[in-house]
Nanobody, 118 residues
């Protein structure tokens, strides 16, 4: 199983980025997908989940600004991030689990770095 995240970069505060995570080696539609992030010196935290049927969950920090979506035909999950703030600076990771409503992820991708300049 491989989860390949991309789309990170340097953006000014108030700007937008769209992260992508391409999955391979698994039946993508059968997995709950998630984005996590980890800022320097902090613990990893959940950003958003999207269930197999498309239901979503967002951390409070992401509500109203971020949108998680999936394209099962492309085996890809996305994270659209708008109105970025400096506190969003972190490495962002995608992850997968076969269990809906679970936060115990089975597979993790390598991170993509997001830096928001103020």
């Amino acid at each position: 199983v491989q989860l390949q995240a991309s789309g990170g970069g340097l953006v000014q505060a108030g700007g937008s980025l769209r992260l992508s995570c391409a999955a391979s080696g698994l039946t993508f539609s059968a997995y709950r997908m998630a984005w996590f992030r980890q800022a320097a010196g902090k613990e990893r935290e959940i950003v958003a989940f999207i269930n197999r049927a498309g239901g979503t969950y967002y951390a409070d920090s992401a509500k109203g600004r971020f949108t998680i979506s999936r394209d099962n035909a492309k085996n890809t999950v996305y994270l659209q991030m708008n109105s970025l703030i400096s506190e969003d600076t972190a490495d962002y990771y995608c992850a997968a689990t076969r269990v809906d409503r679970s936060s115990n992820m089975e597979y993790w991708g390598k991170g993509t770095q997001v830096t928001v300049s103020s």
